[in-house]
Structure formats: C-alpha cells, structure tokens
C-alpha cells in the first residue's frame, strides 16, 4: 500500500496484561521503524528493521518489549507484562534505500495503548 | 548519543505573520534534518529536510536553514494560515532515511486568524 498501515488504532490493557501491536510497511519499503510518543511529546526511538532483520535495537527496552518482521506479514510490536509507564502512542515508519539513495520515513497514524 | 534541543515550545503568531522554530544539535557526525508537522491524532509527517552538504532549502512558504559549524537549524514559515496550527518537531539523523532519527521535544505553533 501507499502508506504505513498500523492496528489496533487504541488499546486498552490491564496491568500485566499483554499488548501486541501491528504494522504494514509501505509497499517496497525495506526499512521499518517503531518509536513511542509519550504524553509530553516526546519520541524515543525503540528498534528498526531491514526486512526481517533488526537493524538498529539501541531504544528496545531489554525486557518486555520484543519485535518481528517476518516475511509476508505485518510488523508486529509486542509488550509482555504491561506496566502503566507504557501508555504512549507508538507509530511505526518505513522508508526505503535502494542504489545509494533513501527515502524519506513515512510515519503510519500510531497505536494509542492505555494500561490501567 | 545525539540530542536535539528545539524552542521555543509554544509560539503564536497572527495570520499572516513569520513563524520560526530554531533547534541545536548535539553529534556531529549527523547530516540528514527532517522537519515534521504533527496534527491531533495524527502521526508526523514529513514537511522539509535538508542534507549537510547544503546551508538553506525552500518549499514554497516554508524554508530550513543549516549552520553546520555552529550545530544550528532553524525552520522559518512565511504568511502563516490557521492550518498551519500544529506541533512541529526538528530531528537529526546520520545519512538519511534509513537511519533512526532523533527528535527535539516540538512547538506547538498556533496561528491566530
């Protein structure tokens, strides 16, 4: 598709419960991104993609939070255990490289997830 | 790691008026500068970005300048429209797109018909 493509819009998890959350890159794009906005605006990077292969996990919490790209599948972001501290917004982007040139990252529309 | 420090926070300008959004970075090894606008319940989206090979680009009513030496980039929007109410976010990045990118905290610009 033409545009990043993310699901559940809004979630609603009770503490300790498990929250998953998906993403359908742009069509062609290589690249995948997950970054969490909390309510002050801020963005923290978590992991990105290179196809199926994580790329750069500098941001991944260590423990609770897990990623996966697999082939012919939507990207999908996983929180073990939720605590109330991961209510944010989580937009995942795609962008692309190909020849020596990139692209631009494309941010889909966020997944809202509440933990009460 | 890179810091991005973006101001002012808030800024309200009259329709019509210049609006302008100065951030610092802190690697110097970083060469891509997205500039997003985020509106309510929606996900950033890409306005303007410049390389490092290059000190000021423009898009119609909105141009980015680039001081490499002094860690400075600033965005500058000319004739102000109340659609352009919005939360602006500067970001730095190594090489481009590709690359994680590494956010200022945002301005909520407001534009006052």
């Known amino acids: 598709g033409e545009e990043v493509a993310q699901t559940p819009k809004h979630l609603v998890r009770g503490e300790g419960q498990k929250a998953k959350l998906y993403c359908a890159p742009i069509k062609g794009h290589s690249y995948v991104f997950w970054y969490q906005q909390v309510l002050k605006n801020e963005f923290k990077f978590l992991i990105s993609f290179q196809n199926e292969n994580v790329f750069d996990e500098t941001g991944m919490p260590k423990e609770r939070f897990s990623a996966k790209c697999l082939p012919n599948s939507p990207c999908s972001l996983e929180i073990q255990a939720t605590k109330l501290e991961d209510s944010a917004v989580y937009f995942c982007a795609s962008s692309q490289w190909h020849g020596g040139r990139d692209t631009e990252a494309f941010f889909g529309q966020g997944t809202r997830l509440t933990v009460v | 790691g890179e810091n991005v420090e973006q101001h002012p926070s808030t800024l309200s300008v009259q329709e019509g008026d210049s609006a302008v959004i100065k951030c610092t970075y802190s690697d110097s090894a970083s060469n891509y500068f997205p500039w997003y606008k985020q509106e309510l319940g929606k996900g950033p989206q890409l306005i303007i970005d410049?390389?490092?090979?290059?000190g000021e680009k423009k898009d119609q009513r909105i141009a980015v300048t680039l001081n490499k030496t002094a860690k400075h980039f600033s965005l500058h929007i000319t004739e102000t429209q109340p659609e352009d109410s919005a939360v602006y976010f500067c970001?730095?990045?190594?090489?481009?797109?590709?690359?994680?990118?590494?956010f200022g905290i945002g301005t909520k610009l407001q534009v006052i018909p």
């Open positions: 970001a730095a990045s190594k090489t481009g797109g590709y690359q994680k990118v590494t």
């Open positions: 410049i390389r490092s090979n290059v």
